[in-house]
């Protein structure tokens, strides 16, 4: 069973849409949840959530973790073809890193 | 400050060779891991070491061997490579303990026929 599940699994938006990917997980004994960018290549890391209710910004875009209904969003505003990539989600144990399968973003310009 | 670096970045096996896959980091993490990806499958976590001379199954380790000799190198070894090996195989690290933010290597291609 997947310990970290990722909604949508693709998503195609216009450039200067919102969008807001998903990512639920089961455990509930973690350190910590990660969020990393792919394109093409390695992941790249964007954020690390550790408590509940606290958002994390960096530009466009932003995160939070809620820690009652194990979840986290990810939210980019305003998106450009840049934001193109596959966004994982992964939850760190303190020996494990478990990784969702990625939601892939398309912008259309 | 090269971060983490992997070798090859492709590799063509037959089915049955052995290989080994080069992996080494330069920020004195402790940990180190070896991830698959496949498409739709996610990355996967095949073995990982908390220090040297400490290693540790992932969710896929069958058909991979690891060793950690020193805290800068984690070699992933292929014994008898079989098709269902093909992947995209990523290396990381990260200092243990703590939250972590890992470090992910370029990553290498392999093909098995």
């Known amino acids: 069973e997947d310990k970290v599940v990722q909604s949508p699994l693709s998503l195609v938006v216009h450039e200067g849409d919102t969008v807001t990917l998903n990512c639920s997980y089961e455990?509930?004994?973690?350190?910590?949840l990660l969020w990393y960018k792919q394109e093409k290549k390695a992941p790249t890391f964007l954020f690390m959530l550790?408590?509940?209710?606290i958002e994390k910004k960096s530009g466009r875009l932003s995160s939070i973790l809620d820690k009652k209904e194990l979840f986290s969003i990810l939210n980019i505003t305003a998106t450009q073809t840049g934001d193109s990539a596959v966004y994982l989600c992964?939850?760190?144990?303190?020996?494990?890193?478990?990784f969702g399968t990625g939601t892939s973003l398309t912008v259309i310009p | 400050n090269a971060g983490v670096t992997q070798t090859p970045k492709f590799q063509v096996l037959k089915t049955g060779q052995s290989m080994t896959l080069q992996c080494a980091q330069d920020m004195n993490h402790e940990y180190m891991s070896w991830y698959r990806q496949d498409p739709g499958m996610g990355l996967r976590l095949i073995h990982y070491?908390?220090?040297?001379?400490?290693?540790d199954q992932g969710e896929v380790p069958n058909g991979y061997n690891v060793s950690r000799s020193t805290t800068e190198d984690f070699p992933l070894r292929l014994l008898s490579a079989a098709p269902s090996q093909t992947s995209v195989y990523f290396c990381?690290?990260?200092?243990?303990?703590?939250?972590?933010?890992?470090?992910f290597g370029p990553g290498t291609r392999l093909t098995v026929l």
């Open positions: 992964a939850l760190y144990t303190g020996n494990q890193f478990y």
């Open positions: 070491s908390v220090g040297a001379g400490i290693t």
């Open positions: 550790t408590s509940s209710g």
């Open positions: 455990v509930t004994n973690f350190r910590s």
């Open positions: 990381a690290s990260s200092y243990w303990g703590g939250t972590n933010e890992q470090f």
